[in-house]
């Protein structure tokens, strides 16, 4: 049973286009974020939620939104996507907004821009 | 300055030797430190993590950490070609809420 699942795994599309990537986790934990992991493997937060609140709001392009229907799920939508928006993201999990017990990582989805 | 700073490498050891991998870091006030490994297309998965100053360990792995300089390190001992994959340090800021990554290590263990 997976900890945290990502949909989808690959994503390929056209610039201008609008896509949403969905992340569950299942270890009840309260935290979730969003990470992009760019080609030279930096892995930069994006957003995090605490329990469905919003709490980290990084310098990000306001086409990116995400949502959180309950603090076990926790989307990201694009619009409008563009060529720099290719990378991989991350979703992740942790028990608390500390972190102090590390993150538990989905297995990403790879967008590509085209 | 990067806030978490780590030798992109590669960084090439025999089987059966001892890999170090160091991480520095910029924030005085970190308080949580992670080692994170990933193999190529996967995602990163957690193998150790260390609060205080000294040394931690777990199996082969061990992490080493010193505030006064603001420097974690990682030792793997008896290398195997399986542990070949990028590792990511990560800090975790005294007041929370975040980790900050560094940019990984790549190591290749050769037969």
């Known amino acids: 049973d997976t900890a945290v699942s990502q949909t989808p795994k690959y994503l390929v599309t056209q610039m201008g286009n609008d896509k949403s990537i969905k992340c569950e986790q299942n270890l009840g934990h309260d935290t979730m974020y969003w990470y992009k992991q760019d080609s030279k493997k930096f892995l930069k937060i994006m957003f995090s939620y605490n329990n469905k609140e919003l709490i980290i709001n990084e310098t990000v392009p306001n086409r990116f939104s995400p949502k959180s229907p309950d603090k076990a799920h926790l989307n990201l939508h694009i619009n409008s996507l563009e060529l720099g928006d290719s990378a991989v993201y991350f979703c992740?999990?942790?028990?608390?907004?500390?972190?102090?017990?590390?993150?538990?990582f989905g297995s990403g989805t790879r967008l590509t821009v085209v | 300055q990067k806030e978490v700073e780590q030798n992109s490498g590669p960084l090439s050891v025999p089987e059966g030797a001892i890999a170090s991998l160091n991480c520095t870091y910029s924030d005085r006030g970190s308080q949580s430190f992670f080692w994170y490994r990933q193999y190529s297309g996967k995602s990163p998965e957690l193998i150790m993590f260390?609060?205080?100053?000294g040394d931690k360990e777990d199996g082969r792995f061990t992490a080493q950490l010193n505030k006064a300089s603001q420097y974690v390190s990682l030792l793997i001992r008896d290398s195997q070609p399986s542990d070949s994959a990028t590792y990511l340090c990560?800090?975790?800021?005294?007041?929370?809420?975040?980790?900050?990554f560094g940019t990984g290590t790549q190591l290749k263990v050769e037969l």
């Open positions: 992740a999990s942790s028990r608390d907004t500390t972190g102090h017990y590390g993150y538990t």
């Open positions: 260390i609060y205080s100053n």
């Open positions: 990560a800090v975790g800021p005294g007041g929370g809420n975040k980790l900050t």
